[in-house]
Every structure is written in structure tokens, then in C-alpha cells.
């Protein structure tokens, strides 16, 4: 990985290789040596610690100084305790006095980078001419301590974006156009600190070369999960996974890339490090993020962050952050946080979302306070979320503003509308909209009632503390109707609540059957208003009037081809307007 150190740790080793052309200088440095250590070279002056902790210094040093840390969790830990003295002198010997000679520290930004650097390398190569402008850097990475081959290191030329690993026996070759008068050739492997190869041109010497830019992603210690993902495992190889462990959270900026697919790319094996500013993915590619338009064949793999736009016909995956619209034909995949739109056919996945998800088959996040979720299928929620609505399903493990679904809605907490065709289920949900409604501190009473037609009715009524649903079923007590049984469904809302009376309103339907329950094509619809008087905690009676819409009960009166009316008054050849009523009792469940 690249580990940094102060000027004191470089020692400059001169010497001539057998071909004439070059001078060579192999420097043993920190990797960003050269753009300057202004944080760490600061003075800076600490009072005495008897007893503190390593992140309680680290939080004083942010205060004071404006620094902040990335580091691994796993080697090392913040609560582990220290008692310091006083200190006056750089940031960089501070920071050395407290970890040790095991840690090594870079610079990038307002970040000082801590890692965990136990061992050192040496490189022994040397250069050959292949043609008038290009050559070939080949040598050999060793353990300085055991003398033995180091495999798997990262060697490259970050301003060549040029890339390869070390084999098992620690050799390697790196081809380089030698369009520049510098070199720089940076060895980095994971628990070794970093080394840098300087090759200088005497004869084509210019001074003042532009530098590339490059930049680190400061979310790079928690584990994106990107190379451990099925689409990681799949499309990214080893050597690329051994590639970011040893780079750590160092990228590169570029304007542009092209790939066929991520083994073919116009940057090369170094393509997981860049930043381009314009991706496009043939088939698909796999770079270290966009700032600005990426558009893939199959597949658009961005380690880090994506800012702007990405579009694709399969898969996007993101191991950081998204800001801007992801427009994908099957998948968003996003491991960090989405600041915009996710639109897809088929599934989009974020871990915390501001703005919308809109997907063909459903949408998965694990907070999403401020946001909305749209999917044909199913939304689903760890945490909060503003809104959801889906074809089949909404869940939400928290709390949830409002949920609309053709099927099914779920919810810890609801603070608006839910509503449902078939189920809506919440600890708490004032307003509930569905056939069936589980609310926890909500509605759920049984009753029983005989109205004006002499129907006997049996009714579910469930919901939240003001919206809830009716569910009956019916059958006359009377020998001359022809709809002997109905099933009820309906509507109400709590209007009045008291300790003794309660006051509601329903609006309800009947489906009326014959003794065979052969379906009528006449229906009963009702408005009517229930004032409850409760005689315990789970007991109450009422006294229910209504209004009521009655179609006919078997073939029509007609006059001139047309269904005759009666205002007002029961009348079973006719349809019907009539003033009702219905007594019964209620129990509490």
C-alpha cells in the first residue's frame, strides 16, 4: 500500500546501470514526497496527557489543526491508552512518538493517512532500450529483512497510467514510452512501506513536466464489499483485487477510457485506480469511479464514487458513493449512499438514499429518509423512509411517511396514508387503507348487529386509531328474501373518542348470494353513523341509523325500456334510496 513517511526517511541511492544512455536514481521515499507535506511538516504544540486515548488525541488534533484521520479499524484501535507529555514540534514526529515505527503516514488533503507498514522492500533492477521511445524497467522486489521475493506488489507509473504485479518470484517488467525526462516507477505492497523508482533522462532533460492528478477515497478503510459482491467476484480478477489492497484508496484522475471489457482496456491494468471524466464500456469496464458520464454495453464496475451519469444496459455497480442518475436495463447496485435517481427494470439497491428509486421489480435500501421509492414489484427499507410505492409490496424495518401497494404494506411505524388492496401491518399506523389492517396500538373489534332487513352480520373491523376497514358476513333471519347471505367490506374512521362514547362513520357494500351462494347482480351499499356507548374496556353497545342504496332483487319493473326508481322507502322490485338502521354489540380484542 502506499505509506508515507517524512524526508528523513529517504535515502537516495546513485548509481550507473551498464548502458550508457541512462542515469538512474533509486530513491527510497514516501509515495507523494514530492507534492509536499504541508500538515504533517506543521509545528504544532500538545499539552501533557497523563491518561487519553488514541482517538481522543486524534480528536483534539482535528480540532486544533483541522486534520483528519483514515485508518483501518482492525489495526488499530482508537481506545487503546496512552500517557503523553507535553510536545512541541511537527505533526509528523508527534504522530510517530505515539503509534511507532510501524506506522506509516501520508498526506492527501485535509486526510492524513495512517497504515500499518511493518515491513520494507528493496528493488534491484535495471533498464533496457527497446526502441528511440520507449524502454523497459525489469527487476526483481525483496523483503529487506528475510532477503526473500516479494509476489503480488504493485508496480506503476502514475502519470504513464502504466501497471503490473510481481510474480512469485518477485521479478518484473513495466514497458514505459519515454515521453517524459522523469520517471517515477512506485512499488506498493500491503503491510510494506511504499518505494519509488527514480529513472532520469540526462540528454532529453526538461524541467517543469505537468503532473497527473490524483486524489484518495476516504471511505476506502470501511469495506465497500465491491470485490467480495457477485459482480466482483465474477467481472474483476485477482490480480485486480491484489492491485487495490496494495494502492489502498489512491486514484488517479483521467479525461477519458475505453474498454471492451475489463481485461481490454486504453488504460491498461492500472484502470481500477482512474478517474475518468468520460467512461465508455464496450461490452463493460471496471475503473475506480466517474465524475462526470460513464455508458456501458453489459456492465459499468466503478470502485469508488460515481458523480453525473451512468447508463447502461445490464448492470451498474458502484462500491461508493452515487451522485447524479443511474439509469440501468436490469440492476443499480450501489454498496455507500445515492444522492439523486436510481431508474431501472429491474431491481435497484442503495445503502442510504436522498431522492428516488424507481424500478421495474423493486428497490432495497437501508434508509431512505427524504425519499421515494417506485417499483412494480416491491420496496423494501431497513430503516426510514418518506415514501413507497410498489405493485405488490412495501416493507420498511422502521418508519415510514406514506406506503401505497397493490398487495401488501408492512411498516414499524407510519406517520400517513397505507394503503393496500389486500394487507396493510404497522405498530403504528393512524391511516390504514386496506381489506385487513395489523396495527398493533390500532382497531381490532368483533361485532355483532341485525339491521332493518333483518340481517344478522358478523363484522372484523381493523385498523389504526382513526382509519379502519370492515369485514362481515351476512344472512337474513327472513323466510321471502331471495339474497339469503352477503359479504360486506367497507371503511371507517373514528370521529369521536372518549373514555365512555365513541362516535364513528362507515361507508360499507354488501355482495349479496342466493341459499346455492349463487352471486346476485343486486348490491347494498351503506353510509350510516355509529355512536358507541362502552360498558367496559373491551364492551360496548350501539345503535347504528344509516342511508342505504338497494338495487333490485330479481328482474326489473320496466316502463318503456327503462328501471323504475322509488325515492324514497324499501322496495324489492326496484332500486331504492332508504333510511335505515342496526343495533348490536361490540367486543374489543
Known amino acids: ?250 486514484f488517479l484522475y483521467s479525461p477519458y477510457q475505453i474498454s471492451m471489457t475489463p481485461g481490454l482496456s486504453s488504460h491498461g491494468f492500472i484502470r481500477s485506480q482512474i478517474v475518468n471524466k468520460f467512461s465508455m464500456n464496450i461490452l463493460g469496464g471496471s475503473t475506480a469511479g466517474v465524475k462526470g458520464m460513464e455508458i456501458g454495453g453489459i456492465f459499468n464496475l466503478n470502485q469508488y464514487d460515481m458523480e453525473g451519469f451512468q447508463f447502461v444496459g445490464g448492470f451498474n455497480v458502484v462500491g461508493g458513493q452515487v ?48 425519499a421515494t421509492q417506485l417499483a412494480g414489484g416491491f420496496n423494501y427499507s431497513k430503516g426510514v423512509v418518506s415514501n413507497q410505492l410498489a405493485g405488490v409490496f412495501n416493507h420498511s424495518k422502521e418508519m415510514a411517511n406514506n406506503q401505497i401497494a397493490g398487495v401488501a404494506n408492512s411498516a414499524k411505524k407510519v406517520k400517513g396514508i397505507q394503503l393496500a388492496a389486500l394487507v396493510n401491518i404497522a405498530d403504528s399506523s393512524d391511516y390504514p387503507i386496506g381489506l385487513l389492517n395489523l396495527i398493533k396500538n390500532g382497531e381490532k373489534s368483533l361485532s355483532i348487529s341485525i339491521d332493518q332487513d333483518e340481517y344478522f352480520a358478523l363484522q372484523f373491523r381493523s385498523g389504526g386509531r382513526v382509519l379502519y376497514s370492515v369485514l362481515g358476513a351476512n344472512v337474513t333471519l327472513a323466510d321471502d328474501q331471495i339474497a339469503k347471505y352477503a359479504f360486506e367490506a367497507g371503511i371507517g374512521a373514528v370521529l369521536l373518542h372518549g373514555n365512555k362514547f365513541m362516535l364513528r362513520a362507515e361507508i360499507s357494500n354488501r355482495n349479496q348470494f342466493t341459499n346455492n351462494f349463487k352471486l346476485l347482480s343486486n348490491n347494498h351499499s351503506s353510509i350510516r353513523l355509529i355512536p358507541e356507548l362502552r360498558l367496559s374496556k373491551h364492551l360496548s353497545l350501539f345503535v347504528a341509523p344509516s342511508f342505504n342504496y338497494v338495487s333490485k332483487e330479481d328482474n326489473p319493473v320496466t316502463q318503456a325500456g327503462k328501471s323504475l326508481w322509488r325515492v324514497w322507502g324499501r322496495d324489492k322490485n326496484r332500486n331504492t334510496l332508504f333510511g335505515g338502521g342496526a343495533a348490536g354489540v361490540m367486543l374489543k380484542l
Open 323 to 370: 451522485k447524479g442518475l443511474q439509469v440501468a436495463g436490469i440492476s443499480n447496485q450501489v454498496f455507500g449512499d445515492v444522492q439523486g435517481v436510481q431508474l431501472t427494470g429491474g431491481l435497484n439497491k442503495a445503502d442510504t438514499l436522498k431522492g428516488a428509486q424507481i424500478g421495474g421489480i423493486g428497490n432495497l435500501i437501508k434508509e431512505g429518509a427524504g
Open 1 to 250: 500500500m502506499f505509506l508515507v513517511k517524512l524526508i528523513n526517511h529517504i535515502q537516495p541511492i546513485l548509481f550507473f546501470t551498464r548502458f550508457k544512455h541512462f542515469l538512474l536514481f533509486l530513491v527510497l521515499l514516501s509515495f507523494f514526497n514530492g507534492y509536499g507535506q504541508q500538515q504533517l511538516s506543521a509545528d504544532i504544540q500538545m499539552p501533557a496527557f497523563p491518561t487519553t486515548t488514541v482517538g481522543q488525541i486524534f480528536q483534539v488534533l482535528q480540532e486544533k489543526q483541522g486534520t483528519l484521520f483514515s485508518f483501518n479499524s482492525h489495526i488499530l484501535q482508537t481506545d487503546s491508552t496512552l500517557h503523553l507529555v507535553a510536545y512541541k514540534g511537527t505533526l509528523f514526529g508527534y504522530l510517530d512518538r505515539i503509534l511507532g515505527k510501524e506506522y506509516s503516514f501520508k498526506e492527501l488533503g485535509k486526510h492524513i493517512i495512517l497504515q500499518y507498514t511493518p515491513q520494507r522492500m528493496s528493488v534491484d533492477f535495471e533498464v533496457q532500450t527497446q526502441d528511440k521511445n520507449k524502454v523497459v524497467i525489469m527487476g526483481y522486489i525483496k523483503n529487506i529483512k528475510t532477503n526473500k521475493p516479494i509476489s503480488d506488489a504493485s508496480i506503476f507509473d502514475r502519470d504513464a497510467l502504466l501497471s503490473t504485479l510481481t510474480d512469485h518470484n518477485g521479478y518484473f517488467e513495466l514497458d514505459v514510452k519515454k515521453k517524459n525526462s522523469l520517471i517515477a516507477v512506485n512499488v506498493s505492497k500491503e503491510m510494506f512501506r511504499d518505494t519509488s523508482v527514480m529513472v532520469i533522462f540526462p540528454i532529453d532533460a526538461k524541467v517543469g513536466n505537468k503532473k497527473r492528478r490524483y486524489g484518495y477515497f476516504s471511505g476506502y478503510e470501511e469495506d465497500t464489499g465491491l470485490y467480495q459482491s457477485f459482480f466482483g467476484r465474477v467481472f474483476l480478477s485477482p490480480a485486480q483485487s491484489i492491485q487495490n489492497m496494495n494502492l489502498g484508496g489512491l
